[in-house]
């Protein structure tokens, strides 16, 4: 047997329940018993790039009595004590050479023997997105930057990747580096130049486990899925090389997963990652990982292909550095929504979220503005009809009329085929006339693996087009500001009978939209929009809102309450979703990531029967609440509450008279504080709904305009539910899809 290591990991397993072979073709040895045997890296039917981190658990005190057979031959894998209790005691070790495809692996401790099956895939996938994205250009292929020069990966030490040198899977060579921080506390990383140097000015710094080490990080660099990940790790080089078996001793024994921003349909490979040279979060111990797959404008606000690749990268990191305590994730924007996707879709992956400029999902957020971009701009904007920016603004119910003109309006059909990010060379592009055959740029033809495709009868091209969600029909927009007397009937008439809607190529129409009923259903059933169930459940959530209302940018603070309402009203409350709202120049990153780290231990100390989601709640530090801060630096621990009988002066508590949310378009339109209704079930036109008196012609009026019903916000939309998790989409026929590995 090779060398056994001794090292603890304080690192929790998972129990499978053992497979007994009748006449086990290995030595038994004595009498013990063996207990069990699971993966760690990733579930092991998940496993990927040919190494799999495997726990087993046993009544034998020596590891080297333990013996390992891989598809019938006898391996001699590195083992090292995992933890010890009562007798019993668990064992990691690191299996090589796995073959693509199902492998059989049989471990027997004494009398007992166990068999555990581990499905491997290549490294550079896929797994559970279905088939790669085509076309898909690799760092050298991409469109120069606005100052003509190539765009190129910076690997943080000053050199930058050789991009020249990826294979036709975009793979590059894994590469480690080493970086450190200076005395200097103007300076940003600096580069070690041999491993052996101790630079006079390198910094010491003190981790959250209260050792002092020297402040140098090991840097690696490679590819995984096709994306470019980088791995930040506090490691002294002077010491072994770490490893799943032996951890730096440097290493806090957490992980921080970050998400970069954005939302486009991807294509591309992507020149940055959501950051890992954090010094804030390496400063105190902790383990930084992300790709660029895992920036969602970059790796096509598909929160299905981020999931895998977070799975991936972080079961290399396991395989190379140790199973962390927990891994938490971090973002804002985009980023916090692929936290909260992820977590609701495929629970297990991140154990804590640390969102922030909080969107719920994307679909749903793209409701909000493409319906203020391609409808009520166009309608408003229209010199004949001679609207004020006063009504403008009410009719979106936003905090200025330049959050939907500027801020949303940036990019006025981010749905569109044509929205395609600066990256994709131009001339590439979808355009239904001079190059019908080019890259769809719609996130839903991003996700066609998810959505499926259809053909559309409302263009002339005949090529199969991915399905959209998204429906106006039934909506009456401005309702709110008619009840409040602050738009008079004929500009509500007017509105409702004019703004129309687009079609599948987001050209605009004087008809509504509609849904297509398997989109919706899709978009529900497998977590495109979130719920505040399933996996969401799952997890702790600190919710950082800095507030931007006050300057009409489009990630107004109201998103964070739809997030908690979902909650509320899936689980009877949000007290596992802590909502902390102050000012743009306050910083509560580094405090949020210590209760973060503080609830997570509680949770994982908590050795209850309990449900999970009551352990979360019970685990809850003290001093961690809801609140807000002053402009003084005063806190105030307040339930947050969005008041909706007072859209337009929803100041009702402290935290709301420092940081008052405004409402969106749809909730102006009578819509649930959830805003997660894609198409709203239909009722009759009840005119007690009104608060104001329609004459006969209006009446007809408003029938002609809505003549299947008005929207019943009271019920859920057409195909809502809750959603499934870990779904798996492979090569299969439009719109289907298969759950792969137990449901949470």
Known sequence: MKTRHSSLLLAAASLLVASCSPEPPMDSGNASQFLGLSA???????????????????????????????????IEPDVALAESEDGVFQYHALITGLKEGNNLLRVASGAGIAALTLVNYPIDGPIISGPHQTP???????????DGSPRRFAIGNGDYL????????????????????????????????????????????????????????????????????????????????????????????????????????????????????????????????????????QGGC?????????????????????????TIGNGGSGGAMQQLLIAGAYPGILDGLLPSMTFADAVTYFTDSQECASLLRDYVNDPERGISEEIKNILGGWSMWSTCERSLGERPKRIAPSDCSAEIPAGREYDPVTNPEGIRCSIYDGMKNIFGEKLFADVSNQRPFAPAPHDNVGVQYGLA????????????????????GWNIDVQ?????????????????????????????????????????????????SVYSFVMRARMERDNGHANNYVLRRHSRDMDLADDNLA????WLANI???????????KIVRGRPADLQDDCFAANGERIVETPVFDMDNLYDNTRGSCNGLFPPHAGLRLVAGGPLTNDVLKCQLKQIDFDDYKVEFSADEKARLAAIFPEGVCDWSKPGVEQQENKTWLSFGPSPVNRYEADGAED
């Not at 921080?181 to 981790?207: N, V």
């Not at 008619?482 to 129309?500: P, W």
Request: hydrophobic share 35%; net charge negative; glycine share 8%.
């Open 40 to 74: 760690v890296s990733s579930q092991a039917h998940l496993i990927s790039g040919g190494d799999a981190l495997v726990n087993i658990v046993s009544d034998l005190s020596e590891p080297d009595r333990l013996r390992f057979q891989l598809n019938d031959k006898e």
């Open 136 to 146: 898909y250009l690799c760092l050298r292929d991409l469109a120069p930057g606005r």
């Open 162 to 297: 050789d991009a020249g040198s990826t294979d036709s899977d975009c793979s590059l060579r894994t590469r480690t580096d080493y970086v450190y921080r200076s005395t200097d506390s103007d300076a940003e990383f600096k580069p070690l130049g041999r491993l052996s140097d101790r630079p006079q000015d390198l910094a010491y710094t003190t981790t959250s486990t209260g050792a002092n080490v020297p402040y140098i990080v090991r840097l690696e660099t490679g590819t995984i899925n096709r994306a470019i990940y980088q791995i930040a790790i506090l490691h002294d080089p002077a010491t072994s090389a770490p490893s799943a078996l032996t951890p730096s001793g440097q290493w806090n024994g957490r992980l921080v997963y970050t998400f970069g921003g954005g939302c486009e349909a991807g294509y591309f490979q992507g020149a940055a990652t959501g950051g890992v040279l954090r010094d804030s979060m390496l400063a105190r111990g902790y383990a930084v990982a992300s790709s660029t797959l895992n920036v969602n404008a």
């Open 302 to 326: 598909n929160d299905v292909l981020s999931a895998e690749t977070a799975m991936m990268v972080k079961e290399h990191f396991i395989e190379a550095y140790g199973k962390p305590a927990y």
């Open 481 to 500: 500001a008619l009840n409040a007397g602050l738009i008079d009937k004929e500009r509500f008439l007017d509105l409702n009978e004019n703004i129309g």
């Open 508 to 556: 605009s129409r004087p008809e509504r939209t509609v849904a297509d009923p398997d989109a919706l259903r899709i978009a529900y059933q497998t977590g495109r929009v979130t719920s505040g169930s399933a996996g969401l459940a799952l997890v702790p959530i600190i919710d950082d809102r800095s507030y931007l209302d006050d300057i009409g940018n489009f990630h107004a």
């Open 595 to 598: 209760l973060m780290d503080q």
């Open 604 to 614: 994982k100390a908590d050795k209850s029967r309990d449900l999970l989601l009551d």
